[in-house]
């Protein structure tokens, strides 16, 4: 099945920690994207990437970093700078061009 | 002015009846827009997609779009308890979709 896959779905963070969180996609898409969600909000940007080797900043960046080495795979960083973490971690992809997104199924950040 | 605004809600619909939800965006060159809808806890799914001044129907949903006041909207018609959920508005905005805060519907029985 052709899909966008997060894990862990939970995860526990303490204080000072640094966690990755894992986006993989097996659709081909060029461009993969990560967003924050707090309760009752929208979908924040925190970075995003439209090739391999190459990604920008969206409009939350602080406290985060990413990487993207393969196509297929868009690791999220949640470091110690990022104060206040605890929050609903998307990933997405899309093709390149005016389609929609692809949506994983999230990871729930909790710091402890 | 933020990019994508969207009154939170919650807005409340008898069962039967036409759910409206709107969206302004700030920039002018917006060309594509999205409708999504997202349940509690989970991710969102895609709705509806549309580029071109007008309405655009797909079953139960019509998206309208009017560029000159940069307004994009989600009609709901007959509206069931399933439609309950988290509306989300997105734009792209370059290569990024960004989108707006939600506006939150439930739908009474």
């Known amino acids: 099945d052709g899909g966008i896959t997060q894990s862990p779905k939970y995860l526990f963070r303490k204080e000072g920690q640094n966690v990755t969180l894992s986006c993989e996609q097996n659709l081909n898409h060029d461009a993969m994207y990560w967003y924050r969600q707090d309760p009752g909000q929208g979908l924040r940007l925190i970075y995003y990437s439209q090739i391999v080797n190459d990604f920008q900043k969206g409009d939350i960046a602080e406290g985060y970093s990413v990487s993207r080495e393969k196509k297929e795979s868009f690791p999220l960083t949640v470091t110690s700078a990022q104060k206040n973490p605890t929050a609903f971690y998307l990933c997405?992809?899309?093709?390149?061009?005016?389609?929609?997104?692809?949506f994983g199924q999230g990871t729930r950040l909790t710091v402890v | 002015q933020k990019e994508v605004e969207q009154n939170s809600g919650p807005l409340s619909v008898p069962e039967g009846a036409i759910a409206s939800l709107n969206c302004t965006y700030s920039?002018?060159?917006?060309?594509?827009f999205f409708w999504y809808r997202q349940y509690s806890g989970k991710s969102p799914e895609l709705i509806m997609f549309?580029?071109?001044?007008g309405d655009k129907e797909d079953g139960r949903f019509t998206a309208q779009l009017n560029k000159a006041s940069q307004y994009v909207s989600l009609l709901i018609r007959d509206s069931q308890p399933s439609d309950s959920a988290t509306y989300l508005c997105?734009?792209?905005?370059?290569?990024?979709?960004?989108f707006g805060k939600g506006t939150t519907l439930s739908v009474s029985s």
């Open positions: 920039d002018r060159g917006s060309q594509s």
């Open positions: 549309i580029y071109s001044n």
């Open positions: 997405a992809s899309r093709i390149q061009g005016a389609t929609e997104a692809f």
């Open positions: 997105a734009v792209i905005r370059g290569t990024a979709l960004i």
